[in-house]
């Protein structure tokens, strides 16, 4: 079937199917862009990226990417792997020599695939029971650093996996120990910047970031301003913002191997190996799944005030990603459904 063109009317359908579902799921604004073996078929954006303004989302709108950050900070790693500068069965006390001796079976590969042991999320007993506020804290990395070492690991690293972010706050220091330079200076000059990126970067709070979208969380069915959040936790694990036609560039420098070698991406995107010889869900970052038309990594994220979905459709050469401005959107519920209702019965077998 013909290959459907931005203005053409399969979008149209598309279009209507997502602005339901965001009436439905109170969705303020989201931005959608679709490709096909690395070159984009459509990109557009949906509602309000701020509701007090009435600054309506397009497909210029940056948003928080959370949790999807972290196949950054992954890529970031893999770039020292390829320049013979570390290397993934390196114990991560090798870089981190302060860190517990038990510690020593941590390898960057177990950090990359939450399979390090290392709890979800660093506890800060100096301020008492407050996880649930644990994004209001000002704490140093100084801070975040002693903390996390003294963790005891939820589990024996390789033995299974536990998703978390702990991992990729300590990843961040890790490459900046390596590199030489700050994690955020490492991406800019290896991968934003060669790239033409020009929306993405580590959020600031402060800065002014164009076309920046308000965040929004929904308590009681009623949309409000997203919580406040420290800049500390703009890191490795979920600090980036970006907009669909950069991470648009992205997807396509991906596909064409012009970020890393086609082996490298290869590992980052098989099943990780746990110590019992099983495979696990997670590859480098990515979760590797076998879908009914082929082989499918994704990551998604929800923090507060975004939400954010990637697939890639590797055996099919169809990628989706999806912003949202609210915390909790389901956008990997929506990506899914537009895939597979959509995307995927286009693409010739």
Not at 183 to 198: C, D, H, K, N, V
Request: hydrophobic share 45%.
């Amino acid at each position: 079937m013909e290959t459907p063109l931005q203005n053409h009317p399969f979008w149209d359908k598309v279009s209507a199917f997502v602005v339901s579902e965001m009436a439905t799921k109170l969705i303020p604004g989201l931005s959608l862009a679709v490709l096909r073996s690395g070159k984009l078929l459509f990109a557009r954006g949906y509602g309000q990226a701020n509701l007090e303004l009435a600054a309506k989302a397009d497909e210029q709108t940056v948003y928080g990417l959370a949790s999807v950050s972290k196949t950054f900070a992954a890529t970031a790693l893999m770039l020292l792997v390829a320049d013979d500068r570390c290397g993934l069965n390196d114990s991560i006390r090798t870089y981190l020599p302060e860190a517990p001796a038990n510690w020593e079976e941590i390898t960057l590969r177990y950090l990359l695939a939450h399979a390090s042991g290392l709890p979800s999320q660093v506890r800060f007993e100096q301020y008492g029971l407050c996880e649930k506020f644990l994004n209001r804290l000002d704490v140093t990395r100084d801070e975040f650093l002693r903390a996390a070492l003294q963790m005891p690991l939820d589990f024996r690293p390789g033995t299974q996996t536990k998703y978390g972010s702990t991992g990729y706050g300590l990843l961040g220091m890790i490459i900046e120990r390596i590199s030489g330079m700050s994690y955020s200076q490492w991406l800019a000059e290896r991968i934003f910047q060669p790239l033409g990126m020009t929306s993405t970067r580590i959020n600031d709070p402060a800065a002014l970031i164009p076309h920046r979208a308000a965040g929004y969380s929904l308590e009681d069915g009623v949309l409000r301003n997203a919580d406040y959040t420290s800049a500390m936790w703009y890191s490795a694990p979920n600090g980036l913002v970006s907009s669909v036609m950069d991470l648009a560039r992205w997807d396509e420098a991906l596909t064409a191997g012009r970020v890393l070698s086609f082996s490298h991406l290869e590992e980052m995107w098989k099943p990780t190996i746990l110590t019992n010889g099983k495979s696990a869900e997670f590859g480098l970052a990515w979760s590797v799944w076998q879908h009914e038309r082929g082989k499918l990594v994704t990551h998604h994220g929800s923090r507060l005030g975004c939400a954010s979905y990637y697939a890639r459709f590797l055996d099919a050469q169809v990628s989706i990603i999806l912003l949202a401005n609210r915390r909790y959107a389901p956008v990997w519920d929506l990506g899914k459904a537009i895939a597979e209702r959509f995307l995927l019965s286009e693409v010739s077998a």
